[in-house]
């Protein structure tokens, strides 16, 4: 039976951060050609993204702008409702800002495993077998990961330079529609991002919970 | 308002390391243990709240290492309340640990805010903060540089920091727990005889740990120490020289083109 693996993506100002392709191409060579790797995408495919996004077999993008902003409480909970953990192998998440806030509160919100810090990643039989580097890179830690599904935070640089064959098929695009009720998603907004410390000044936007 | 602060001590990273002879964690009794900066920053962030808001700042801890002498620091720079949380292992505790304590202790005590750091160096199986918040059900956002009032008593600012110097400003509701990174200013210092007169006058509360160790959801199966790959290389020569070879290894590395 073909294993699921999942990455949420994380995109900035129209552009899918690195550290994203990073954890498609990890996924990829976890999933090689049995397993399937779906893409999560909060909002429009950027225009420059199909390349990063052809890693995947599935694209599932969540329509709705309000779950566009990066407020990963709000996306947690929407992933965690939309994602049946009964199918899934992996959750995949960079080790951003982002990704920081999101794989915890997915792991914790389905009760199952959150390894982080993690560097290198490896299928040997029916386990997962994870490097992590702790104590500001001072230690390896080569852990097993038998509980499925696990969400696993990517660090960035892991898996840069790793090769992938191309791929001949294109990913499916699946788009859902985010409904709303009334309510706010999860209680944390985002008021906007800005460089520096130069603040956002446009209204504060609410984000809603299906 | 009143503000949970949570400090854990955490490996020096400045002194060697050491693993145990199995292999399979580090040797806490060779260990020198610090307190954890970025919860160092969350008890500044408190300390502010505390300033500006009127917050009661409620500190707690587990009893590990020499961690009275960071609850005399935080007693000495204004803390209102501290509560030590028995713990006789020889491991400080693990994240599952950490949550279950606190999902209990928490709505005990009236919390509206808890402030911790938004990861220690040793947490790869977990993370406390974010799993306290889902597993009490707030609200969360980590990686944040300051937390402001916002003129309402129910919301709150929270500046969290994104990849490229982006900085978002994130209204968050209360109840919630906020993973700190840095505090808006940096930790305030106090001086030796302030923490000696606290540690005079200073009365912890004292609660029971977890009632059963927590499993951590992965099998540790190595530590060790991380292999040394490469040194630094000194360029040598002339300016000129110096600086041909820099442009040579930018342009092998790509960064030229």
């Known amino acids: ?210 | 308002m009143n503000v949970l602060v949570t400090v854990r001590l955490v490996p020096d990273l400045v002194e060697p390391l050491v693993v145990s002879p199995q292999e399979d964690n580090l040797d806490w009794e060779e260990t020198s243990l610090v307190l954890n900066e970025s919860d160092d920053h969350a008890l500044e962030e408190a300390l502010l709240l505390k300033e500006k808001h009127r917050a009661r700042i409620t500190v707690t801890a587990f009893d590990f290492g020499e961690i009275d002498q960071v609850l005399y620091m935080a007693a000495a720079k204004g803390v209102d309340r501290i509560i030590k949380i028995s713990w006789p292992h020889r491991e400080p505790p693990n994240s599952l640990e950490i949550v279950e304590t606190l999902a209990r202790l928490v709505p005990a005590l009236g919390i509206d805010l808890v402030l911790m750091g938004c990861q220690s160096p040793t947490e790869f199986l977990g993370m406390a903060a974010p799993q306290l918040a889902a597993t009490l059900g707030w609200s969360y956002v980590g990686v944040v540089r300051g937390v402001e009032g916002s003129g309402r008593s129910e919301a709150w600012r929270a500046f969290k920091e994104y990849p490229g110097a982006i900085l978002a400003e994130m209204e968050v509701r209360l109840p919630a727990v906020v993973g700190i990174l840095t505090a808006s200013q940096p930790p305030r210092y106090v001086p030796v005889s302030r923490i000696r007169a606290a540690a005079q006058q200073v009365q912890f509360e004292t609660i029971e740990g977890p009632d059963e160790l927590k499993e951590p959801p992965a099998a540790i199966r190595r530590v060790y120490l991380t292999p040394v790959t490469a040194h630094a290389t000194m360029l040598r020569g002339s300016e000129e020289e110096v600086a041909r070879q820099l442009v040579e290894l930018l342009l092998e590395k790509g960064i030229l083109k």
Request: proline residues 5%; aromatic residues 6%.
């Open chain 1, 1 to 210: 039976m073909s294993r699921r693996i999942a990455v949420p993506v994380e995109a900035y100002q129209g552009k899918i951060t690195d550290l994203t392709r990073e954890c498609l191409i990890a996924a990829r060579l976890l999933a090689g050609d049995q397993d399937e790797v779906v893409a999560y995408m909060f909002g429009e495919i950027p225009a420059e993204g199909n390349s990063v996004l052809q890693l995947a077999d599935r694209i599932i993008t969540f329509e709705d702008g309000q779950v566009g902003q990066p407020v990963a409480l709000a996306q947690a909970k929407l992933l965690c409702s939309k994602l049946d953990r009964a199918e899934l192998d992996l959750v995949l998440v960079g080790s951003s800002s982002w990704g920081l806030d999101l794989g915890p509160l997915m792991a914790a919100y389905w009760g199952v495993p959150l390894v982080a810090n993690c560097q290198w990643l490896e299928r040997r039989e029916n386990s997962l077998w994870a490097t992590c580097r702790i104590c500001a890179g001072k230690l390896m830690v080569d852990v097993e990961v038998e509980a499925r599904p696990a969400v696993v935070l990517l660090l960035p640089g892991s898996f840069l330079r790793k090769e992938v064959a191309p791929r001949n098929r294109q990913p499916v695009i699946e788009r859902e529609t985010v409904a709303r009720r009334n309510g706010t998603i999860g209680s944390v907004s985002s008021g906007g991002l800005s460089r520096s410390e130069k603040m956002w000044t446009s209204p504060r936007r609410r984000f809603w919970w299906p």
